[in-house]
């Protein structure tokens, strides 16, 4: 299969090496081809847009060679080209896309991680990642360049703590933020799991204090615990945008934190699939 290619973004044609389970909700999906020669992100929360193929395809269908546009997202140039060729393709023709965060990017060989979390009921990204195995294909549009705008974790040159906020979704985006921190950076962190066997350890440098959270009770734990003191703190949240709005308000008007200097991003609605979400802009 023959790629296009647009600076910054472009895409690749990958198929599955294997699959590791990291928890009762939680799976890495590995990936390589020839076209990851030409990838290339500073990693943190690099976000990507992954295309599954339909139940029955061997390829998922993507009309990349009418040019490129854009899915409305940080990921892509404006125009039309493949974007309007893919959604007016039939229901039961039309690859699945879904964002997603890089987990990681090995050279010798090429090869890349994606984490997905499993749910009950399925989605098609959930029930395909559930059954992934070595060779399926998909195709992925990410970055050529490694600063990107689809990286949004920025914090300020003159920043003191950095705080973090995730659900399952933002956990490889965290797990990549804490890993590219350096020795002595304090870190206060909360992550929440819906199931207690996702809780890990996870490695950092930093001066980094974690707390795992029960879903639903994050607001509650983040309101309740004392913050590093500091005139510049810098705030990053991301998962389910309902939560991230409400965390948002609490930085910036509970305590009190510039709005400019809070990071957030709603990766997922609760009742809506990404295409709607999409729909929503």
Same mark, same amino acid.
């Given at each position: ?22 928890g ?15 990838f ?27 040019g490129?546009g854009?899915?409305r997202s ?28 890089l ?22 990204? =959930?029930a395909? #990642?559930? /059954? !992934? *195995? ?10 050529? +360049? @490694? ?9 300020p040159?003159?920043?003191g ?23 002595g ?26 707390t795992?959270?029960?879903a639903?009770? =994050?607001?509650? #734990?983040? /309101? !309740? *615990? ?10 990053? +949240? @991301? ?10 308000r ?18 997922w ?8 979400l999409?729909?929503c802009?």
């Amino acid at each position: 299969m023959t790629t296009a290619v647009a600076a910054p973004f472009r895409f690749f044609s990958l198929q599955v090496t294997r699959t590791r389970r990291l928890g009762p909700s939680l799976v890495r999906v590995s990936f390589t081809g020839e076209d990851l020669r030409h990838f290339s992100s500073d990693g943190r929360d690099q976000s990507l847009s992954l295309f599954l193929p339909r139940p029955g395809q061997e390829e998922p269908a993507v009309p990349f060679e009418l040019g490129w546009g854009s899915p409305r997202s940080s990921e892509a140039e404006s125009g039309g080209g493949w974007w309007q060729g893919w959604r007016e393709l039939p229901d039961d023709v039309r690859a699945v896309m879904r964002s997603y965060t890089l987990r990681a990017l090995r050279r010798d060989p090429d090869e890349i991680d994606i984490d997905f979390v499993l749910h009950t009921p399925a989605g098609p990204a =959930s029930a395909w #990642a559930a /059954r !992934a *195995a070595a060779g399926d294909r998909v195709v992925l549009l990410g970055p050529a +360049i @490694a600063d990107n705008r689809a990286i949004r974790f920025r914090p300020p040159e003159d920043t003191g703590p950095v705080l973090l906020w995730g659900d399952e979704t933002a956990l490889p985006a965290i797990s990549s933020i804490l890993e590219s921190l350096p020795s002595g950076q304090r870190v206060r962190a909360w992550i929440e799991v819906g199931d207690p066997g996702n809780v890990r350890d996870l490695m950092t440098l930093a001066d980094a204090e974690i707390t795992w959270v029960d879903a639903g009770r =994050s607001l509650d #734990a983040v /309101r !309740a *615990a004392r913050l590093p003191s500091s005139a510049q703190p810098y705030a990053w +949240i @991301a998962g389910e945008s309902g939560s991230v709005r409400a965390l948002r308000r609490h930085f910036v008007h509970e305590r009190g934190i510039d709005r400019r200097r809070v990071t957030f991003v709603g990766y997922w609605r609760r009742g809506l699939t990404e295409e709607q979400l999409r729909e929503c802009g």
